[in-house]
C-alpha cells in the first residue's frame, strides 16, 4: 500500500509520520512570525494534522492510507478512537489550507495574523491530541501485549 515515487516509497512507520507531523508545527510556528509567510504557516498547519492522523491510523490498522482530506482522515482515527471524532470541526477548518495557500488563485485566501494563529492553535491541539493517543497505544500494548495485537 505504500506509494512509489521516483525511487522511493513513504515509510509505514508510524513514528516516522508523527516527527513529520512535530517538524511540520515547528516550521508552522516559525514561518507564524513573518507576515509575508502566512500561508506557508497554515500550509504546515494543515501538513502537521495530515501526518499525525496518518501516523496514528498506521500504528492502529497497519495501513498506509493515502489522501489529503482531513475529514476524511480524522473519521478513518476516529474508528480506534472515537474521542477523535471531537477534532472535525478542526479538520474542516484546516483541510482549507492544502490547495489554497500553496497555489495562486484568482480569488486567494486572504490570511492575517489572527486567523493563522487561530489555525496553528487547532493544528498544535489535534497535534498533541494524537499524540497523546499514540502513547496510550504504546502504553496498552506494553501492558496487554495480547490485545494490543488485537487491536491492530
Same mark, same amino acid.
Given at each position: 500500500?505504500?506509494?512509489?515515487?521516483?525511487? @522511493?516509497?513513504?515509510?509505514?512507520?508510524?513514528?516516522?509520520?508523527?516527527?513529520?507531523?512535530? /517538524? *511540520?508545527?515547528?516550521?508552522?510556528?516559525?514561518?507564524?512570525?513573518? *507576515?509575508?509567510? @502566512? $500561508?506557508?504557516?497554515?500550509?504546515?498547519?494543515?501538513?502537521? =494534522? /495530515?501526518?499525525?492522523?496518518?501516523? @496514528?491510523?498506521?500504528?492502529?490498522? $497497519? %495501513?498506509? =492510507?493515502?489522501?489529503? $482530506?482531513?475529514?476524511?482522515?480524522?473519521?478513518?482515527a476516529a474508528k480506534y478512537d472515537g474521542t477523535l471524532s471531537q477534532h472535525l470541526s478542526i479538520c474542516a477548518s484546516l483541510s482549507k489550507c492544502y490547495i489554497e495557500t500553496r497555489y495562486p488563485a484568482d480569488i486567494p485566501m486572504e490570511l492575517d495574523y489572527?486567523? =493563522?494563529?487561530?489555525? @496553528? *492553535?487547532?493544528?498544535? &491541539?489535534?497535534? &498533541?491530541?494524537?499524540? /497523546?493517543?499514540?502513547?496510550?497505544?504504546?502504553? %496498552?500494548?506494553? =501492558?496487554?501485549?495480547?490485545?494490543?495485537?488485537? &487491536?491492530?
Open positions: 500500500m505504500a506509494r512509489r515515487h521516483a525511487g @522511493y516509497a513513504d515509510s509505514r512507520r508510524y513514528y516516522d509520520w508523527l516527527d513529520r507531523a512535530r /517538524e *511540520d508545527i515547528i516550521c508552522a510556528r516559525l514561518l507564524l512570525g513573518d *507576515d509575508s509567510c @502566512y $500561508n506557508g504557516s497554515a500550509f504546515h498547519c494543515q501538513q502537521s =494534522v /495530515e501526518k499525525a492522523l496518518k501516523s @496514528y491510523i498506521l500504528l492502529k490498522s $497497519n %495501513i498506509l =492510507v493515502d489522501g489529503h $482530506n482531513l475529514v476524511w482522515l480524522c473519521k478513518r489572527r486567523q =493563522v494563529k487561530a489555525f @496553528y *492553535d487547532m493544528a498544535k &491541539t489535534m497535534l &498533541t491530541s494524537i499524540c /497523546e493517543e499514540v502513547d496510550s497505544a504504546l502504553d %496498552i500494548r506494553r =501492558v496487554h501485549p495480547d490485545q494490543g495485537a488485537a &487491536t491492530q
